[in-house]
């Protein structure tokens, strides 16, 4: 849950991450106030946003267990724990 959870805020971060690298290169000081005007701000955190809902709809669409297949939880074997399995 944790990486998952990380995974999305390294992915709302992206575009912050972008500007500040062409600042770097523009030489425009990334740390000035006047360099993060409200607009680009908001404009980063549209497409901040974005990039995080399209994620989440590609991880539900493409990921997890695939349609009708039937889950087998983990059970004991003579006295062995056998980890759940996907069928």
Not at 8 to 13: A, N, P, S
Not at 46 to 75: D, E, M
Request: hydrophobic share 55%; glycine share 6%; charged share 10%.
């Amino acid at each position: 849950m944790i990486r998952s959870a990380l995974t999305e805020i390294g992915i709302f971060l992206i575009p912050f991450a972008v500007y500040v690298l062409f600042l770097v290169a523009t030489r425009s000081g990334s740390l000035a106030f006047s360099s993060w005007p409200a607009a680009v701000v908001g404009r980063l955190l549209v497409a901040s946003l974005l990039l995080v809902i399209l994620s989440l709809i590609l991880l539900a669409q493409f990921s997890g267990a695939p349609p009708n297949s039937t889950y087998i939880p983990a059970h004991l074997e003579n006295g062995r724990l056998v980890p759940g399995v996907e069928k």
